[in-house]
């Protein structure tokens, strides 16, 4: 199947501080991807919606200010908490597809850890 | 609203026994709906899709519009199947989603 790559896989910061993740798609282009977060023993929890080339599509209750997301290529997605709190400390996790109702590919997630 | 529910969070079976992990979704229109499943220190995989019918490792699952549901089935249980599954829906009605269930911990014992 198709890769999804996710980076960094773990990071630790300082309060206050802001952490850029990176998603890529390595051998497909990936006009949708989606941002989740999972929190322990839980399900993924859709963040946010990002297509190539347009804004994201935020869920009722995330904030945009606080998780920026940024799609500008068909292989990249960036994902930046800031001003991250203790309370953002969760997985991360990526996924795209290239085209709609197709499978989804998850990048192996990043656990972000806010100190 | 697009929702997808797993009643169980855990379902233990023994080896050699049939298992069905529950899944019910709620989608005004036509859903497309897959089980995806994270092996152990692994990202989330593909399992099958609804649209597909076909059979992975065994597993099947039939989408049944009139109950709202997509159960996974497998006649008989494998120590490897053990894993959490997670039943998902991807919708193109208004904002395009991919949406997730939250997930069974199936538990294979010997």
């Known amino acids: 199947g198709a890769v999804v790559s996710q980076h960094p896989s773990r990071v630790i910061c300082k309060s206050g501080t802001s952490v850029k993740i990176e998603c890529r798609s390595l051998d497909f282009q990936a006009t949708t991807m989606f941002w989740y977060r999972q929190f322990p023993k839980q399900s993924l929890m859709l963040m946010a919606t990002s297509n190539e080339g347009s804004k994201a599509t935020y869920e009722q209750g995330v904030e945009k200010d606080k998780f920026l997301i940024n799609h500008a290529s068909l292989t990249l997605s960036t994902l930046t908490v800031t001003s991250a709190h203790p309370e953002d400390s969760s997985f991360y996790i990526c996924?795209?597809?290239?085209?709609?109702?197709?499978?989804?590919?998850f990048g192996q997630g990043t656990r972000l850890t806010v100190v | 609203a697009q929702r997808v529910t797993q009643p169980e969070k855990l379902l233990s079976v023994f080896k050699g026994a049939p298992v069905e992990l529950k899944c019910n979704y709620s989608?005004?229109?036509?859903?497309?709906l897959f089980w995806y499943v994270q092996y152990s220190r692994q990202r989330l995989q593909l399992l099958l899709r609804?649209?597909s019918r076909e059979s992975i490792k065994g597993f099947t699952a039939d989408l049944n519009k009139g109950e709202t549901s997509f159960h996974l089935k497998k006649p008989f249980a494998q120590e490897e199947d053990s894993a959490m599954y997670y039943c998902a829906l991807s919708s193109t009605s208004g904002t395009y989603k991919y949406i997730f269930g939250t997930g069974t911990r199936l538990k294979v014992l010997a």
């Open positions: 989608y005004s229109g036509s859903p497309e």
């Open positions: 609804h649209i």
């Open positions: 996924s795209a597809t290239d085209r709609p109702n197709t499978e989804a590919f």
